[in-house]
Structures are given as structure tokens and as C-alpha cells.
């Protein structure tokens, strides 16, 4: 269990007041020197400068004391790390507002070879498909993928890099202490567990409040050495993240996609204005020049094939919808079964835990 030095242990009960800006934070050290200073002096001029319902959250926090604040930091499995300090991702750090701290669960890293993943919640099957190969491939060749954990191309995303038994690092909008959409909270746990990390800056408790996601993006772009959108209309917050990782110097990736799809509004107005066309990861590994570079490799075996032990129907299913999702009357037909083979196979599949059904007849690969 980590231990912290009393600045520390202060700086934690800054981080943890929801209604405290970044902005104010910075002022507010630049004028005390430190949050141990802040904490001391709480008074008039920490009021005027913070606002009345950020004092009122710092005073309650104070009154609680700061060992309940570390008590309840490790309740939830997490630490804190601090800009400049050891754990603290390099490339983040480098932009020109990097949070002071951030909340974490799971494995801090050094990620110079990252890539960001981001698209529409309301994601496309064609989008979907091709955030999760692209992921996938990316992991493989030991390249860590980021995104938010949301639901769509995010979620497509994440799981792609668990596929490809490599890492990756989700950043919430809200509390490092709760996973949103609820939906995702096995994923979140699944990236803990193969080495990835979940990553906060918002306050323990934080809702997943609108205005906190803009905020987060430049965070997605900031600890990455790249960024792929894949999927967005013309106002979507991928083209907020695309903006925050061109104005943080990073390398710009979009996947075209059909031109009267409103999805595919963001990525081709991207390609547009100049951004990297990308159709596969190995289109961003030429780019970036990381065949050429000592890409770290995966530390661990792949695992064991998940059609091992399937009969031959089977395998023609798993093949085909580890493409994508499909619906039944196209399995039917791609796989050459009869309605009731096909339905009897499924079954077997789902109670296997191999497949999911979804909505409209659909079904995908659990991953």
C-alpha cells in the first residue's frame, strides 16, 4: 500500500474538492506555494479565490481529515500520482496543462509507443469492426491502445487490445472510484487485471457530468503518441480530442468510411485538412516509423485458441463473427446451415460463454 509525504497527502485533499478547476488549483498554488500551505491557511483568501462551493468542499474534506481521504483512496484500489513524479505518464506531462494528479487503478507505465482510439458512441458495425481489429493488431505488435471507456468505438476499442494480448489504458469522466457506463465495469476490471490501467483526474465521487468529457479528452490525446478516430459527425467530441492531440503535437489518424454516412462526417473532414489516412495498424506502425523501432514486444504467450474445442459448424460461426457481429439469417446463409442447425449451434456457443445474442438477431463474439 502506498504511503504519502504530507504535501502529498494535501495535494490529494486539492484533487478531491469536485468543484475546483484546474485553473483555480493553479492559482491557488501559485499564491500559497503549496498544498500543504493551502490546507494551513484555509480562510478569506482561499474562499475568494476558489468560490464558496469548492471552500465548502475543501473545509469538509479538512474537518474529515486527510487519513480518511487516504482510507478511502485505497477502499477503492487506486493511488494518486503527481505531475513530475515517478509513475507520472511522460508524454502527459509535456502538454500544456497536464492535470497536477491523476487518479489511477491498475498499472502505471511509460507509454511512448500509444495510440488513442476514439469514435461515436453510436457506433456502426463497419466502425465497431474496425476499432477492434485495428486495436487488436496495434496490442499485438506492443503498441498500448487508449480510449474512454465509453460505449461504441471505445468499448470496440479496449476490447480489441485485450484481444491482441497487449495493454491498454481507459480515462474516465468522472471518479476514479466508479465505472461509467455501468455496462463496462467487467471491461474496466479486465484491463486491470491484463496490465492496462484506468486513469482520472476528477475527484473520487465525480459524476460522469458533460462538461468533465471535453475536459478528459485532452488527457485521451495527452498520454498518447498518436490519435485514430474512427467514427464521428461533424459536432461529435472525437473532433474536440482530434483538436486537443493536433494542438498537443501529436500524429493524427482517420479511417474513411462511406460518404453519405453521418459517422463518417468527422474522419473525412480530417482526411481533409490533412490528417493521416489509416486502413489498417500497419499503416500507423509505418508511420510512426515504429517498424523500425524496438516496439516492446508482449511479455506473455498468446493464449490458447478459443475454437480448440469446437465442432466444424462451429468454427465456420466463430470465424465469421470474429470479423464482426451478424444476424442470423446472414450466418445462416454464409455458414450453409439449416435455421434449426444454425439456432442449435448458437445455443451451444452461448452457453459456452463463446457468443452473445443482441438485439435483432444479432450475435458477436463475448469477449
Known sequence: MQTYTREEQCRLWLQSAPSLSWRTREALLTYFGCAESIFEQMGPTVQMMAGDKAYAELQQMKTVGLDALIDRLHRCGAEIIFCGRAGYPALLGEINDPPHALFIRGTPAEDRFSVAIVGSRRDTRYGRSQAFSIARDLAAAGVTVVSGLARGIDTAAHEGALSGGGRTVAVLGNGIDRVYPEENTRLAQTIVEHGGAIISEFA?????????FPIRNRIISGVSAALLLIEGNAHSGTMITAGCAAEQGREVFALPGMVDVPGSIAPLRLLRDGANLCTCAQDILDDMRWTQTAV????????????????????????????????FEELAEKTGLTPDQLSGELTMMELDGLIEARAGRAYALKR
Open 204 to 212: 473520487l465521487g465525480a459524476e460522469p457530468l458533460a462538461h468533465h
Open 296 to 327: 516492446p514486444a508482449k511479455s506473455e504467450p498468446a493464449p490458447a485458441s478459443a475454437q480448440d474445442n469446437l465442432t466444424e459448424p462451429q468454427k465456420r460461426i466463430f470465424a465469421l463473427l470474429e470479423r464482426e457481429e451478424m444476424h
